[in-house]
């Protein structure tokens, strides 16, 4: 079960208090050109109600796409709802690799660590990609 750090999901058999934060969807896309096209994704919005689903979900396809073609070989980006979407309280955040070739993006709550978000999008980058 997913929890989020709103509900302070707290002790485990161990005792240890922990604090988790969802994590809507990540992905892998490959650069062509102005074009990103989709390698890998894995989404988890069962948080959402089976109504809002589709919504979400076209939401933080369209995010992560649009982060992945706009961000700048080995840079990260954070794009955040402006002014008039100021509801929504995701993130979304790309890193591109050094060649330009792959980007991995991952959809987040508002409260999530920036630092740990963009060691985790190293991580999931293709084998290669950070050579």
Request: glycine letters at 6%.
């Amino acid at each position: 079960r997913q929890m989020c750090i709103r509900d302070r999901v707290s002790t485990q058999s161990t005792g240890v208090l922990r604090f988790t934060m969802p994590l809507y969807s990540i992905s892998i896309f490959l650069r062509a050109g102005e074009q990103a096209h989709v390698l890998s994704r894995r989404e988890e919005l069962s948080s959402f109600s089976f109504l809002w689903r589709s919504k979400v979900a076209e939401f933080v396809r369209f995010g992560s796409r649009q982060a992945a073609q706009h961000v700048e070989p080995g840079q990260c980006e954070s794009i955040v709802p402006d002014e008039q979407n100021d509801k929504l309280q995701y993130v979304c955040h790309a890193n591109g690799d050094p060649q330009g070739l792959f980007v991995a993006t991952m959809v987040t709550d508002m409260d999530y660590p920036p630092r740990l978000v963009y060691r985790l999008l190293n991580q999931v980058q293709p084998p290669g990609a950070l050579a």
